[in-house]
């Protein structure tokens, strides 16, 4: 249904052009949108920050290794993509504002980040495994990685 201007102020002239108003639900998206475009844009920027952060800090050049072939660290990579977009998801879904957002987004890669680098000192060797092909090292890695996530998103999420 489409409301005219003439019909909210009272106006049934001759003559008269009647604007329409979008409905409710047009307002509201459009509205909603460009903001949830925006959201969408610094969760996305923060996941390819974070994932730059990550390559750099690992010891291997895991792209590198990737475009080689290496089914090992392609496993290792996902796991920290994966690990890394779960809990800016839920930072996202969890903000009220784009602060609240880039404040906890921040947080998350962070604690993220320092956990994959605290697994890669424990599990030692774990980097040369995973040149050397080794999937069951690389998925040991990305399971670490995604649990980590999936609790900081959690946690998050409240």
Do not use: C
């Not at 329409?20 to 639900?25: A, D, K, L, N, V």
């Not at 998801?89 to 956990?115: C, E, F, H, P, R």
């Amino acid at each position: 249904m489409t409301v005219m201007l003439g019909d909210v102020i009272g106006e049934h002239h001759e003559g008269v052009r009647r604007m329409p108003f979008p409905s409710p639900e047009v307002q509201a998206f459009a509205t909603g949108f460009p903001i949830t475009l925006l959201h969408v844009g610094v969760t996305l920027a923060l996941l390819f920050a974070g994932s730059g952060v990550y390559i750099m800090l690992t010891p291997h050049k895991e792209v590198t290794l990737v475009r080689e072939g290496n089914v090992a660290a392609s496993v290792s990579l996902a796991g920290i993509l994966l690990g890394l977009a779960i809990p800016l998801a839920q930072a996202m879904k969890a903000s009220t504002n784009l602060v609240d957002l880039a404040l906890w987004g921040v947080a998350t890669l962070v604690v993220q980040l320092l956990i994959s680098r605290l697994t890669d000192v424990v599990l030692h060797g774990m980097p040369k495994r995973i040149q050397d092909g080794e999937v069951a090292a690389a998925t040991l890695l990305a399971a670490v990685k995604i649990a980590t996530g999936l609790i900081l998103g959690a946690a998050v999420a409240g």
